[in-house]
């Protein structure tokens, strides 16, 4: 499965074998996730599925729920969105990435999993929130730069504003089950413009 | 645990036993979760804890997450809001009473876990969406409600804003793993308000 995002976002230094192994290993995990779910997804079938060995698993991903959070950062991670000059032009950028994303077979499962994961016994407290800021970070970004050029009000609840962005196609997909669309991103890019714009 | 809620939804037609065994169940599905995750939750933890036999709750909720959908549902499940002649102020009662929910001891871990066991290999398709709809169905109320008053667009898109309402306090819940605070409710309330308002 092609996937540029996880090689610019998860290379090691400079070492291509560790960095297909890394893909392979995160390919393994996204699909065992999305034929038969996370009960299903052992360190022996992923080690088996990606021909790599489980202690050159274990080196990167001590636990399960390391896996999980490296594999959906491979298919949802930091973006980066240019200066359009438009705040609505870029938040309508950002959404159709993420909705691009969203939309790959297995990832809905496998974002079910990961909340499923973080909130076992066991579970590294933290790395499923850190996951989640490090998704949400360009959305600050795409506010404090609308702010600086005037289309975004100055008295914005940048914080609030960014939940509601991420919010919206995750809890279409995870909660309400159902996949993004461009219909939904151009309603959500209507409401927040309209609730952040400096514009009435 | 005291859940007026819980009683109300959940009842059985009549029956003070049933309702007696339906709250000690669920109570016990939310604790055995909030201590221990979803994998120590087994029908035989849940039948000890709650002192029932299995065989009465294999007749009530015959799979996991059936049982774990119902005990979210009688933490966090319908509610009404009276008409209090606006939307913003009907906004925030809806959602002060989310939050209220969502805060509770064991909802968070809850919540992962429906979510978590709704994309397991088995589990039945829809379930947990028509719990996330049937949550979300007040929200669609209040909006309808808003438009015929006046003080809500009506050419808003009540779907999406809907979904921006139920995922806001969820997402920071679940996704960003800190407890939604009258704080964020007075922003969503601010943002979704000038979102839908009528009013500039």
Same mark, same amino acid.
């Given at each position: 499965?092609?996937?540029?995002?996880?090689?610019?976002?998860?290379?090691?230094?400079?070492?291509?074998r560790q960095a297909h192994v890394t893909r392979a290993v995160l390919d393994a995990v996204?699909?065992?996730?999305?034929?038969?779910?996370?009960?299903?997804?052992?360190m022996d079938a992923v080690a088996a599925r990606a021909g790599v060995s489980k202690p050159a698993m274990y080196r990167r991903w001590?636990?399960?729920?390391?896996l999980?959070?490296?594999?959906?950062?491979?298919?949802?991670?930091? =973006?980066?969105?240019?200066?359009?000059?438009?705040?609505?032009?870029?938040?309508?950028?950002?959404?159709?990435?993420?909705?691009?994303?969203?939309? *790959?077979?297995?990832?809905?499962?496998?974002?079910?999993?990961?909340?499923?994961?973080?909130?076992?016994?066991?579970?590294?407290?933290?790395?499923?929130?850190?996951?989640?800021?490090?998704?949400?970070?360009?959305?600050?970004?795409?506010?404090? *730069?609308?702010?600086?050029?005037?289309?975004?009000?100055?008295?914005?609840?940048?914080?609030?504003?960014?939940?509601?962005?991420?919010?919206?196609?995750?809890?279409?997909?995870?909660?309400?089950?159902?996949?993004?669309?461009?219909? =939904?991103?151009?309603?959500?890019?209507? =409401?927040?413009? *309209?609730?952040?714009?400096?514009?009435?």
């Amino acid at each position: 499965m092609a996937d540029a995002q996880e090689q610019n976002t998860r290379r090691g230094p400079g070492r291509p074998r560790q960095a297909h192994v890394t893909r392979a290993v995160l390919d393994a995990v996204v699909a065992l996730v999305a034929e038969s779910g996370m009960n299903a997804l052992t360190m022996d079938a992923v080690a088996a599925r990606a021909g790599v060995s489980k202690p050159a698993m274990y080196r990167r991903w001590p636990t399960k729920q390391d896996l999980v959070i490296a594999a959906a950062e491979s298919r949802i991670g930091p =973006l980066t969105v240019p200066d359009l000059g438009d705040f609505r032009a870029e938040l309508r950028a950002l959404l159709l990435s993420r909705m691009e994303s969203y939309r *790959r077979p297995g990832v809905s499962r496998l974002l079910a999993g990961v909340i499923g994961a973080a909130a076992e016994a066991g579970a590294e407290p933290g790395a499923y929130r850190d996951y989640t800021l490090r998704v949400m970070s360009e959305t600050r970004h795409l506010l404090e *730069r609308g702010v600086s050029r005037g289309d975004v009000r100055p008295d914005v609840d940048a914080e609030t504003a960014a939940t509601l962005v991420a919010a919206s196609l995750a809890f279409r997909l995870v909660g309400e089950q159902r996949l993004p669309d461009e219909a =939904l991103v151009e309603s959500v890019v209507d =409401l927040i413009g *309209r609730a952040v714009g400096s514009r009435p």
